[in-house]
């Protein structure tokens, strides 16, 4: 079984910073992409930003310059650095990992149990 942990969120005044982790465990050969999706009351979850494991990374248009995606391959985890915070980005923040079991194997798709970011202006 794999479990993605996340921590770090809570309820800032805008213009804050929140730094988000999220420690993957379990049974894991490979991660290949870890990223951080987000949704808001009444709205459907979307993608915040992603990265592979050779660094590559990718974000939504409206958090480029304030968010930055890291990750630390030794210790399957991922962190999502939120600067400049804006109320529009008050959602739950949900991390996802892209993974193989095994060598050569399928891959597999699992969730965290989300963490919620509330921005107050």
């Known amino acids: 079984q794999v479990q993605l942990v996340e921590s770090g969120g809570g309820l800032v005044q805008a213009g804050a910073s929140l730094r988000l982790s999220c420690a993957a465990s379990?049974?894991?050969?490979?991660?290949?992409?870890m990223g951080w999706y987000r949704q808001a009351p009444g709205n459907e979850r979307e993608l915040v930003a992603t990265?592979?494991?050779?660094?590559?990374?990718n974000y939504v248009e409206s958090v480029k310059g304030r968010f930055t995606i890291s990750r630390d391959n030794a210790k399957s985890t991922v962190f999502l650095q939120m600067n400049g915070l804006k109320p529009e980005d008050t959602a739950v923040y949900y991390c996802n990992a892209l993974l193989i079991k095994r060598a050569s194997g399928p891959q597999y798709q699992y969730w965290g149990q989300g963490t919620q970011v509330t921005v107050s202006s």
């Open positions: 990265i592979t494991n050779a660094g590559t990374t």
């Open positions: 379990g049974s894991i050969f490979s991660i290949n992409v």
